[in-house]
């Protein structure tokens, strides 16, 4: 195995210590109980964490091609390990949302630099490969986080799923060595700081209007962001060292697949949302490990996808694959919706398997078309661009997939709503498909 190859495992396995937070799904009841919550209240475990590191991460991205991948990404994980102890030992929700609020700012550090990490280590001819490489490592934390969380659950309680991430934050951070220096002259460029501050606001407010949608501050919190938004275009289209290079959305279809990572991940997740209370109320009385361990499948499918696209992307191009990836989590969702209070546990694996295997394809396929489309000297960037789409449908999620569960389970019926929320979120994954697969084609008939 050679130095680089040893990195890049070093680098992802950094990356996880983030990934590893779909233990917390698994612990959502047990949190619920705990601080004795109503389900619906649990989506702010997600939203103060997941927005806060998708509104910093393109500014972050910035800031590692500026001074340095390797300085940020190691900043990350020693906030990442103080931010998870804090976590661990909050004694109130309210306290617990803020200490989520600090992992996220660590989050952020880490996963804007990751990718431009571990491309830097090989030429542009591997990037495929090396990203194939990392993507596997994080879908590797996806994967073991609901069964570690859903074990430690059982013996500790739900501050196990935050400490247990501690030493291998600081075993990641121990082991990378030397990694590679920053670009000479690199720091001497000025920061887009009026972009970034214009960024942040409007992807927080966007992210807590979809949060109120259902209560009176969605409205202007959507008007200070849409106003955010245009600043922030205006900002960058004038300033000569932007943030983020807005002319790259005026390339065909790039848009349109941005578009798509979003809608995607919106879909996908709400396997992590509503599945771990679907496996609470199962007639097969799982235990909350056996419950880890069906849930840990989605991501299976995800690192079984991550080293075959990476091949595949050399013979097939990304612009193809990546329809193929929203297709198979559209037929995942459908699948998924099936489920009723019996279903047997292989019907379970096999439509989390499905969807988590389009994930993988999806996700690779997206990032190595972002990584190629923005110039190499702008990788945090192009990185960091990656994370946010993926990160908005999350965050989109974990607001519109609850709120519309909550809406249909009114009735009284888990699993009528249950059912009903996963058929809606598989149609938008297939409209994707067909939007990309239509661009493909339209552009190959334009050749």
Same mark, same amino acid.
């Given at each position: ?7 890049? =495992? ?41 927005? %806060? ?48 609020? =600090? ?64 030493? *291998? ?27 970034? !501050? =214009? ?23 959507? $008007? ?31 848009? !349109?697949?941005?578009? $798509? ?56 191009? $990304? ?13 995942? !969702? ?22 988590? !295997? ?10 190595? *078309?972002?990584?190629? %489309? *923005? ?15 993926? %990160? ?56």
């Amino acid at each position: 195995m050679t130095r680089a190859v040893r990195q890049v =495992l070093v680098i992802g396995l950094g990356a996880a210590v983030v990934w590893l937070d779909s233990a917390v799904n698994i612990a959502f009841p047990a949190i619920v109980r705990g601080f004795d919550l109503a389900i619906g209240d649990i989506q702010w475990v997600v939203i103060s964490y997941v927005l %806060t590191y998708t509104s910093l991460l393109l500014a972050f991205g910035r800031i590692g091609d500026m001074f340095g991948h390797a300085l940020v990404f190691r900043l990350g994980l020693v906030s990442s390990a103080i931010a998870l102890l804090l976590c661990a030992l909050a004694p109130s929700y309210p306290q617990l949302l803020l200490c989520r609020f =600090l992992q996220g700012i660590g989050a952020s550090l880490v996963l804007s630099c990751g990718p431009a990490l571990t491309t830097g280590l090989y030429g542009e001819d591997r990037r495929s490969r090396v990203l194939g490489l990392y993507t596997m490592m994080m879908a590797v934390g996806a994967t073991l986080g609901p069964f570690l969380g859903g074990l430690l659950t059982t013996a500790w309680g739900w501050p196990a799923v935050f400490w247990f991430r501690v030493p *291998i934050a600081l075993a990641a951070l121990a082991a990378l060595g030397t990694l590679p220096a920053p670009p000479r002259g690199a720091a001497r460029e000025r920061f887009d700081f009026a972009g970034a !501050l =214009l960024l942040v606001l409007a992807l927080v407010t966007l992210l807590l209007a979809l949060s109120r949608l259902s209560g009176r501050a969605a409205l202007p919190l959507g $008007a200070l962001s849409l106003a955010a938004l245009v600043g922030f275009v205006w900002q960058e289209l004038r300033s000569e060292r932007p943030v983020l290079d807005l002319r790259v959305f005026r390339l065909p279809g790039f848009a !349109l697949l941005n578009l $798509a990572s979003v809608l995607t991940n919106l879909a996908g997740f709400a396997v992590w949302l509503l599945v771990p209370f679907y496996l609470t109320r199962a007639s097969a009385n799982f235990t909350l490990g056996e419950s880890g361990a069906v849930l840990a499948t989605a991501s299976l499918g995800a690192v079984v996808a991550c080293p075959g696209t990476a091949r595949l992307i050399g013979w097939i191009a $990304a612009e193809r694959l990546a329809p193929i990836g929203a297709a198979m989590v559209s037929a995942g !969702l459908a699948l998924i919706s099936l489920w009723d209070r019996s279903t047997a546990t292989s019907a379970l694996i096999a439509a989390l398997l499905v969807q988590g !295997l389009g994930i993988g394809v999806f996700q690779l396929a997206y990032v190595d *078309i972002v990584t190629a %489309t *923005i110039p190499r000297q702008h990788r945090g960037v192009a990185g960091s661009l990656a994370m946010v789409t993926r %990160t908005l449908g999350t965050v989109g999620a974990a607001a519109l997939v609850m709120l519309l569960f909550q809406h249909l389970a009114a009735a009284g019926d888990f699993f009528a709503a249950f059912r009903r929320s996963f058929g809606l979120a598989a149609l938008l994954p297939f409209a994707m498909a067909v939007l990309l697969t239509w661009r493909a084609h339209r552009a190959k008939t334009r050749r």
